[in-house]
């Protein structure tokens, strides 16, 4: 069973890493062609999962990482030669209160960032005589609105990137969601372009199905995850139990 490395986690809070995503795309094509049913068969479950929590006010938030994590989970079974059933893909399930706790937050600052944006845009309605219009505050609110709005796109697509190894070292660290932000980004801040690059290329990887009617997705969105298990099983983790001496000469640079 992999887990966090501790020692590799403080290295990269001040060094940088070598990514390598041709071959984490390489070992995740081999992955899947040699155990493609169960990932099928996993994302048709998730995928009926996911449509139905749209019915719900908070499904949603409670499923998604745990569902992302199940691709994650069962690459690494299935790497080390393990029977892979589908009630393994659930092993997500056992963090949702970190991850529930991780998306309040994420909602949170998100409405934060954007309140301003909402505010400026409602501004002509209570200030505005409806028989006299405020020519000058109706554009200079939306002059503002699409101004802001770009800054606050680019924001949070950086505040996002400083996040993306939040659900992985929640799951393989059993760390608080608080902890896990911080971690997150003191090694993401190091190698900022690489991680941005590297969510675009699994982004990419992962809705290539989506071409074939969404059908194809039930194989492309394991490609994509079983990317960011390589990469992490390079960069963070270990086998449980490991000692220091069994992990000489890691991608430590």
């Known amino acids: 069973m992999k887990t966090l490395d501790y020692s590799k986690v403080e290295y990269y809070k001040t060094n940088k890493f070598k990514f390598d995503i041709g071959i984490y795309f390489n070992q995740s094509i081999e992955l899947f062609t040699n155990n493609w049913q ?14 139905v929590s749209y019915f719900t006010i908070i499904g949603m938030i409670l499923i998604a990482y745990p ?24 092993g997500g399930f ?14 949170v600052i998100s409405l934060v960032v954007l309140s301003p944006y909402f505010i400026f845009t409602l501004m002509p309605l209570l200030f505005n005589d409806p ?14 609105g699409m101004f802001y709005m770009l800054f606050a796109i680019a924001l949070l697509f950086v505040l996002q990137a400083c996040m993306f190894l939040v659900p ?30 590297f969510a675009i290329v699994v982004s990419l990887v992962s809705s290539l199905g989506m071409v074939a009617c969404y059908i194809g997705a039930i194989a492309s969105y394991p490609l994509g995850y079983m990317m960011v ?25």
């Open 168 to 197: 992985y070292l929640i799951h393989y660290g059993n760390m608080s969601a608080i902890d896990a932000m911080k971690t997150s980004y003191a090694i993401v801040k190091n190698n900022f372009w690489w991680f941005v690059l």
């Open 229 to 253: 298990y390589f990469m992490l099983k390079e960069m963070l983790l270990t086998d449980e139990g490991n000692t220091e001496i069994d992990r000489l000469g890691t991608n430590q640079e």
């Open 38 to 51: 169960p990932f099928v068969v996993y994302s048709l479950v998730a995928a009926v999962l996911f449509i």
């Open 94 to 107: 056992k963090n949702i209160g970190n991850y529930f706790i991780y998306s309040i937050i994420v909602t």
């Open 131 to 144: 028989n006299h219009l405020n020519e000058g505050l109706l554009l200079g609110t939306t002059l503002f």
């Open 67 to 90: 569902l992302m994590i199940g691709y994650l989970i069962g690459a690494e079974r299935a790497e080390s030669g393990q029977s892979l059933e589908l009630k393994d893909f659930f």
